[in-house]
């Protein structure tokens, strides 16, 4: 955390300690145990009304994220996944995640239901958060709330929020948690950087959570430490290092930035079950598209 600015007026109370202690002492005529009680009389009176340089101070050194923002680039979790290999248009030439073999004949096999429009997305079932990583990487806006003792990432399609715990504690012992999809968050501040640990995360194997609509996915061992920062007034980075011993064979880091729109953007509250573009074909376990008059866009594809 930054260290806690001089109380505003601290000098000036000072000087009234100090001229409160020595007015008593020129004009010392009670008895010593009269006289030592004024003074904590009058000492106590002091401390009371001096500014508290708490989280009020705290508050005001920590860097302003306020405003409406929007992730920069598409929604592919990790760009390289879909990006040529050197510049490479050869199809399949892509550079993956550092899966073990395991997880990547099953990244594969998600890759093929994709391409076959037969890969069912959790978001479709609405009411289904994104989770964590995918939180970071949502077409809606978001918003960011920094206080002393925590901080929130907040997208406008609920429920979305990720709540990190800046206060100084550490993760439950591990009997006392279970996996959740935003699992649990604790971080402190470098300077202007938020650095943040996030444990306890469902398995995207269970079907929970995904990353992304190519099908990236990791274990409930995965361990992410998310380093945030603003790079200027206009834009925020997040650099994610994922850590997952059942599926990674090495570290995994990607990097997402975030663009400030105008001032006079309003975020709206709003969930997707309200006018669901995307519902779930649950008979052949398939996202479906509907297109504007509500009719299935994709209905030629067959399981």
């Excluded at 007015?23 to 004024?38: E, I, M």
Aim: charged share 25%.
């Amino acid at each position: 955390m930054h260290g806690r600015g001089r109380p505003n007026g601290s000098e000036t109370m000072e000087k009234r300690i100090v001229m409160t202690v020595t007015l008593r002492h020129r004009h010392n005529t009670l008895r010593p145990f009269q006289t030592a009680s004024a003074l904590l009389v009058s000492l106590g009176i002091i401390i009371l009304l001096l500014p508290k340089a708490g989280y009020a101070q705290e508050g005001d050194s920590l860097p302003d994220w306020s405003g409406v923002w929007a992730m920069n680039g598409g929604t592919v979790f990790d760009r390289a996944t879909v990006e040529g290999r050197g510049g490479s248009n050869t199809p399949g030439v892509r550079e993956h995640p550092p899966y073990n073999a395991e997880y990547e004949a099953t990244y594969v096999r998600n890759l093929q239901l994709r391409d076959d429009g037969l890969f069912p997305d959790p978001l479709s079932f609405c009411g289904i958060p994104p989770g964590f990583p995918r939180i970071m990487n949502m077409p809606d806006v978001y918003e960011f709330a920094v206080t002393p003792k925590q901080v929130w990432i907040m997208t406008e399609n609920g429920p979305g929020i990720l709540r990190i715990y800046t206060d100084g504690r550490e993760h439950p012992d591990p009997e006392m948690m279970w996996p959740t999809h935003t699992g649990d968050s604790v971080g402190h501040w470098e300077g202007d950087t938020l650095v943040f640990d996030t444990v306890s995360l469902h398995s995207s194997v269970e079907g929970r959570t995904i990353l992304d609509r190519t099908g990236l996915y990791l274990s409930d061992a995965a361990h992410i430490v998310t380093r945030m920062r603003k790079l200027d007034d206009e834009t925020i980075e997040a650099q994610m290092t994922i850590e997952d011993h059942k599926a990674l064979t090495a570290l995994w880091v990607v990097t997402k930035t975030y663009r400030k729109l105008e001032e006079e953007t309003r975020v709206y509250d709003y969930a997707c079950a309200g006018n669901n573009r995307n519902p779930v074909d649950v008979e052949n376990n398939r996202t479906l598209i509907l297109g504007p008059d509500g009719e299935i866009l994709n209905s030629d594809i067959q399981r």
